[in-house]
Nanobody
């Protein structure tokens, strides 16, 4: 079955960096576009970034453009989200999503605070 496992979250100070990872299994990862979403307390889950089956296609939500980078390693069945210059408003649970199967990971908590 489709499985997505996120990791890499944690507590970081404003201006800091984190790299999230999402390891996929149960499907042909190299043939699947991937997305990252996030959900802050009391709000709806919102799209953050997308990547096509190669790095040629990448899209970002406006508030993270220039700070976040989505990438993938098809040999490792992993999609990444490099997050730089983090802000308190980036605090959320971050989820990996595969649109082809409408499947979510369990999420990883990112907290940006001094």
């Amino acid at each position: 079955q489709v499985q997505l496992v996120e990791s890499g979250g944690g507590l970081v100070q404003p201006g800091g960096s984190l790299r999230l990872s999402c390891v996929a299994s149960g499907f042909t990862f190299s043939s699947s576009a991937m997305r990252w979403y996030r959900q802050a307390p009391g709000t709806e889950r919102k799209w953050v970034a997308s990547i096509g089956i190669t790095d040629d296609y990448r899209m970002y939500e406006d508030s993270v453009k220039g700070r976040f980078t989505i990438s993938r390693d098809n040999a490792e069945n992993t999609v990444y989200l490099q997050m730089n210059t983090l802000k308190p408003e980036d605090t959320a649970v971050y989820y990996c999503y595969v649109p082809r199967f409408s499947s979510w990971g369990q999420g990883t908590q990112v907290t940006v605070s001094s």
